[in-house]
């Protein structure tokens, strides 16, 4: 099955992508697209869509899910590990939320400071961690695709074009 989502590795995004191949599509597909054509690649890919507006699983779905936890509680409702993993996600994708578990602000601590610094102009910005690393390479190689050019790609994440610049360290 194909999924598509919004360019860039943020909290939900990443944790979502995560659940679908570990327990709802271990074949599944990514495209990573701009957030306005999330919509028209669902429609023209046959694609189920993910945290992007517009999409089948939101970024907040109308009873204020981030889609990992709509889709933990779709395809995996009996899973207590999964449900508060959810909970975990949730605060750390949403500002207002991050109290709601330990967990949640130090995630989205993690997952906030491990960018580049932006408009930084040195051939050194800070490497990034190898998990994350390791995670954007486990997307790229099991089928991550652009929508817009229908073909593999490199890796969309956020460090790919630093990365493509010799500007981050291996």
Known sequence: M??????????????????IRRFVDPHAEFFFVDADRVAECEK????????????RYPHEDARGRCSFEALVEEHQPDDAALRELA??????????AVSLTPESSGLRTLA????????HRS?????TPRCARDSE???????????SLGARTPCAGPHA??????????
């Open 2 to 19: 194909k999924w598509v989502t919004r360019k860039s590795i943020r909290v939900n995004r990443t944790a979502t992508a995560w659940l």
């Open 44 to 55: 023209r890919e046959g694609a189920i869509g993910f945290d992007a507006p517009g999409a």
């Open 87 to 96: 909970r975990i996600v949730h605060g750390a994708d949403f500002a207002d």
């Open 112 to 119: 906030t400071t491990t960018r580049p610094w932006r408009g």
């Open 123 to 127: 051939s050194t910005i800070r490497s």
């Open 137 to 147: 390479r486990a997307l790229e190689s099991r089928g991550s695709r652009d929508c």
């Open 161 to 170: 074009e630093a990365r493509r610049r010799g500007r981050v360290r291996e």
